[in-house]
């Protein structure tokens, strides 16, 4: 019986060092496992920044150009001499511009500079507007107003030119 109990007891010490070394390497591998969790969702949320980013900045691109294509229409409607639209056109385009200024794209200060100037020119435009429309006349010198959006449509392109270059050289 003793001859047993010895040979337990071996059995037993060996069996206690066996189970030491492989609950380590069992730890070791579970940190090794959660520090390769840790960096594959850091890689996630570092890809999904990128994408939030890039649908920010083609959503710039795409309000620029529509916000052209209303600088545009107004254009046609004071050579038409169709007054009574105009305000809310203005309107509508001081909202795109303010939502491209704020927005989270790669704007320089620059550009962002620009759209404020344009943003607070389409203002005053719809300030002379809404008082020529509400005494029922012209707007004084509406040949004037389409030299003015001609030139803001040339400074708000530029800006759309740029933001473009900065999304293709990031490519």
Do not use: C
């Amino acid at each position: 019986m003793t001859e047993l109990r010895a040979w337990a007891a071996e059995w037993g010490d060996i069996a206690s060092v066996a189970g030491l070394f492989l609950t380590v390497i069992g730890f070791g591998i579970t940190i090794f496992g959660v520090w390769r969790s840790k960096t594959a969702a850091e890689q996630a949320r570092q890809a999904a920044i990128a994408t939030r980013e890039s649908i920010a900045n083609y959503d710039a691109v795409a309000d620029l150009a529509s916000a052209m294509a209303i600088m545009e229409e107004i254009k046609r409607f004071q050579r038409h001499g169709v007054w009574f639209v105009l305000p809310d056109r203005y309107s509508e385009l001081r909202r795109r511009l303010v939502t491209i200024r704020r927005s989270q794209t790669r704007l320089t200060e620059v550009d962002r500079q620009t759209l404020q100037a344009a943003i607070e020119k389409f203002a005053q435009l719809e300030q002379t507007i809404d008082r020529a429309v509400a005494n029922s006349r012209t707007p004084p010198r509406p040949d004037k107003l389409n030299d003015i959006v001609a030139g803001q449509i040339d400074e708000v392109h530029a800006v759309l030119l740029t933001l473009r270059e900065t999304l293709r050289s990031e490519r």
